[in-house]
């Protein structure tokens, strides 16, 4: 049975601190295998290193007044290689993040290597979970559960994640493993030829290993303390023949991924699940005041084999062996249902589905700000977006496309360096929230 897992990222703030913390091109959004590339602006063409460093200050309700720096460099000792990180501090709250992205072994042309963490503390976590204490329906984080239905206290929110990627040699990699992309003002002008669907012709296929770790401590306002950890695997395959992967204006991109938790590190927990992510990006082109106009769609659902709900007494139940309320099918955040708060709905199954109209204007004010040059920003993107996602105690079309949750909303995005930085906001029935973060959300 598998123990309470206890996490909550506060709104904008933390959001916003995790993001800096893997503040690099190849930090993911929606999947965690990213194409292997080298960016070459030619604003920055006298040197082959691309970087940031951003200092911020934020506040809030629960954590005050916090102050940090983030930075990214992306080219030191290796062209595709990125390193990054953050840290923050404030009266009640502390944290490091950081990150080496990319790293290819001297003895591998086509694996890559990726190590990234977190250490931190938070006031007022917020869960929507009771952890395994027996429950009547509805429980708590299913589609039917009340908003006020979470646990929440000051506690400790600790990661570490490693994965290996292996690029074949297949399609646009059979010769080379990384990507050369040539940007003019932070529009593609040479880069993969073709974006046609081929595996073996064109784009990038990847395999991806991941040995995923969470820990979290909590303590309520009655001194009652709880703890969570996970320590899990992933396996996946990812198929990119878009045009520029870290903002797509042509092409589609597949995952399919297998994640595990069981006798192997965790002898306590055992868990499964499988998932689909499918992406497509549309150009219709430029306009007077836009460099692109992009329509962008992705889908994605899952499914925890593991997942069985128990009976104890004939009124209460239990769940054995499911994923903890932050993996597996769970919607509610940053990349999906943005207008729900983290991690909000979490059962056996999902299904989501999102579309976007990014359009990337032409002007750009920070051009003309001498003191701003050095964020290295090339464009601003102004962005539409509407979800729809469920999630259900079975694999059940019918229930997973009945009474859907419904969001919608707008973001800024911009290229700095070439990363995308994005602040989105989005409003459903349960209110309206903010994100801050790194990378599109797909």
């Known amino acids: 049975m598998s123990k309470p897992f206890l996490k909550r990222v506060p709104n904008i703030a933390t959001q916003s601190l995790l993001a800096l913390g893997v503040f690099s091109s190849c930090a993911y959004s929606a999947t965690p295998v990213g194409m292997k590339y080298t960016i070459h602006r030619a604003e920055n063409a006298d040197n082959t290193k691309n970087a940031m460093v951003l200092p911020y200050a934020f506040s809030t309700e629960s954590m005050g007044l916090n102050v940090g720096i983030g930075g990214v460099v992306q080219g030191v000792g290796q062209e595709q290689m990125v390193i990054g990180g953050t840290g923050w501090a404030g009266a009640d709250s502390y944290g490091l993040s950081g990150g080496l992205w990319n790293y290819r072994p001297w003895f591998a042309k086509r694996a890559f290597i990726s190590l990234a963490g977190m250490y931190a503390y938070f006031p007022e976590q917020r869960a929507y979970t009771n952890g395994n204490i027996a429950f009547e329906d509805p429980r708590w984080g299913s589609s039917g559960s009340s908003q006020d239905d979470y646990i929440q206290g000051d506690g400790y929110s600790n990661w570490l994640d490693i994965k290996v990627e292996y690029v074949l040699p297949l399609g646009s990699a059979k010769e080379r493993a990384t ?18 669907w081929n595996p073996l012709e064109t784009g990038t296929t990847i395999l991806l290993m991941r040995q995923f770790n969470r820990y979290q401590s909590y303590e309520d306002d009655a001194g009652i303390e709880r703890e969570g950890d996970m320590s899990a695997f992933e396996f996946g395959i990812q198929y990119d023949n878009t045009d520029f992967a870290p903002n797509p204006s042509m092409g589609s991109r597949q995952y399919l991924g297998y994640s595990y938790e069981g006798s192997i590190v965790s002898p306590d927990n055992t868990w499964n699940f499988v998932e689909l992510d499918v992406s497509k990006y549309l150009s219709i082109g430029e306009s007077d005041w836009a460099r692109q106009r992009i329509f962008a769609f992705n889908f994605w659902t899952g499914y925890s084999p593991s997942w069985n709900i128990v009976d104890v007494d004939g009124q209460r139940k239990t769940v054995e062996d499911g994923a903890p309320y932050n993996e597996g099918a769970t919607l509610g955040g940053h990349a999906r249902m943005r207008g729900y708060d983290s991690n909000r709905f979490h059962d056996k199954a999902s299904l989501y589905a999102t579309a976007e109209y990014r359009y990337t204007l ?20 102004l962005v539409a977006f509407a979800e729809a996602g469920q999630v259900a105690p079975e694999y059940d079309l019918g229930e997973l496309t009945q009474d859907m949750k419904l969001d919608a909303g707008v973001a800024v995005r911009a290229l700095a ?12 029935e349960e209110g309206s929230y903010m994100w801050f973060m790194v990378n599109q959300p797909f």
């Not at 004010?365 to 050095?374: N, Q």
């Not at 360096?417 to 459903?428: C, I, L, N, T």
């Open 179 to 196: 990507v050369d992309y040539y940007l003019r003002n932070g529009i593609l002008v040479d880069g993969p030829k073709s974006t046609y």
């Open 362 to 381: 032409r002007y750009n004010p920070i051009k003309e700000v001498s003191w701003l040059r050095f964020l290295n920003i090339d464009w601003f993107q």
């Open 417 to 428: 360096a070439g990363v995308v930085v994005r602040f989105d906001y989005a409003v459903s």
